[in-house]
Nanobody, 119 residues
Framework: QVQLVESGGGLVQAGGSLRLSCAASGGTKSGYHMGWFRQAPGKEREFVGGITKNYGFTSYADSAKGRFTISRDNAKNTVYLQMNSLKPEDTAVYYC????????????WGQGTQVTVSS
């Protein structure tokens, strides 16, 4: 079973940037399809974006398009979420997740990292 650990969260002013990291350990050597989610207080968890394990194809929620970029370094078993032009509404706990199948559900989750954007 893969273990996921997020890092890089913090407090940033509106318009600023943050880069989150998600380090994976254990699990299958063939790797996983990875995703980023977030959950704001009082709201449901929502998909931010994802990246495939082999070719690095990415997909994004509308709220992330043009501002957020997901990348991965398979040699380091790490996935990144670069967030630019941050807004107060981006404030949330950000989670990374992993799945075996591109069409399946995300099965493995990290503990989350807090991102707070001040106005």
């Amino acid at each position: 079973q893969v273990q996921l650990v997020e890092s890089g969260g913090g407090l940033v002013q509106a318009g600023g940037s943050l880069r989150l990291s998600c380090a994976a350990s254990g699990g299958t050597k063939s790797g996983y399809h990875m995703g980023w989610f977030r959950q704001a207080p009082g709201k449901e968890r929502e998909f931010v974006g994802g990246i495939t394990k082999n070719y690095g194809f990415t997909s994004y929620a509308d709220s992330a398009k043009g501002r957020f970029t997901i990348s991965r370094d398979n040699a380091k078993n790490t996935v990144y979420l670069q967030m630019n032009s941050l807004k107060p509404e981006d404030t949330a706990v950000y989670y990374c997740a992993a799945k075996d199948s591109p069409d399946g559900e995300y099965e493995y989750w990290g503990q989350g990292t807090q991102v707070t954007v001040s106005s």
